[in-house]
């Protein structure tokens, strides 16, 4: 008790609102990076559902090595790796850096995801459409997604808040983000571990919220 008993309160409620306006970075980054790697991850599910001959063997080895690696060496691999080794890359700011490395490492996690969803979906049913004279475009857009994603939907709610949290390392480039923030305010008084605790709350909090509207779309979803 007595480690909470020496919080500086006050410092923790004026930090607060400067830690939340932080928030609208992390917010756009972890959105723009979920969209790219929804979109990323479907096209990878989908090279791996049809097994597309080396497409999908590229699809593996990506899917691979981006869950096989920590994410802050992939950030730096990015960044001082690929960026510089192009002039015209070395003008784009960190922010650039640190969707594409939250983009390319999400549609990792989420490729595996929508494909094993792809995969839950009753054989049966894609036979009958084939029977139909339905392509392959036409099956999976009226039988195979309406139901994967229903499959998919709570893994999917998961990677974005993984995204959410993912954005902290973008400090480390200079976004400045919740965490540099936090950062910034927290050397200025040496108050590292109440600003930490605030970083903490509001990621708990977005996570709560989040979690509220996972449980209310999964509900309309098994409605409909």
């Known amino acids: 008790m007595s480690m909470f008993e020496n919080l500086d309160i006050e410092f923790m409620i004026e930090t607060m609102p400067l830690l939340l306006k932080a928030t609208q970075m992390t917010l756009f980054l972890a959105i723009v990076s979920l969209v790219i790697a929804f979109v990323l991850g ?14 999908s063997q590229i699809a593996k080895f990506y899917v691979s090595f981006f869950r096989g690696t920590p994410l802050i060496v992939q950030l730096f691999l990015i960044y001082f790796g690929v960026f510089t080794m192009y002039p015209m890359l070395t003008q784009l ?16 996690y ?5 494909r ?8 049966g049913q894609i036979e009958a459409a084939l029977s139909l004279c339905m392509t ?7 039988i195979v997604l309406p139901q994967s994603m229903r499959v998919a939907l709570p893994s999917l709610f998961n990677s974005l808040i993984d995204l959410i949290k ?5 400090f480390t480039i200079g976004v400045s ?14 108050n590292y571990f109440e600003i930490y605790f605030d970083i903490a709350i509001i990621y708990y909090i977005m996570s709560i919220i989040l979690g509220f509207l996972q449980k209310k779309l999964e509900y309309k979803m098994s409605k409909y």
């Open 42 to 55: 479907l096209i990878i599910a989908a090279i791996r559902y049809f097994n597309i001959k080396v497409l």
């Open 93 to 108: 700011p960190g922010t650039v850096a640190a969707i594409v490395t939250l983009s390319l490492n999400s549609a990792a």
């Open 110 to 114: 989420m490729s595996e995801t929508i």
């Open 116 to 123: 094993a969803a792809f995969e839950s979906v009753d054989r």
């Open 136 to 142: 392959k475009l036409q099956y999976m857009r009226r």
């Open 166 to 170: 993912g954005t902290s390392i973008a």
């Open 177 to 190: 983000e919740m965490m540099a923030m936090g950062i910034y305010e927290g050397s200025r008084q040496f």
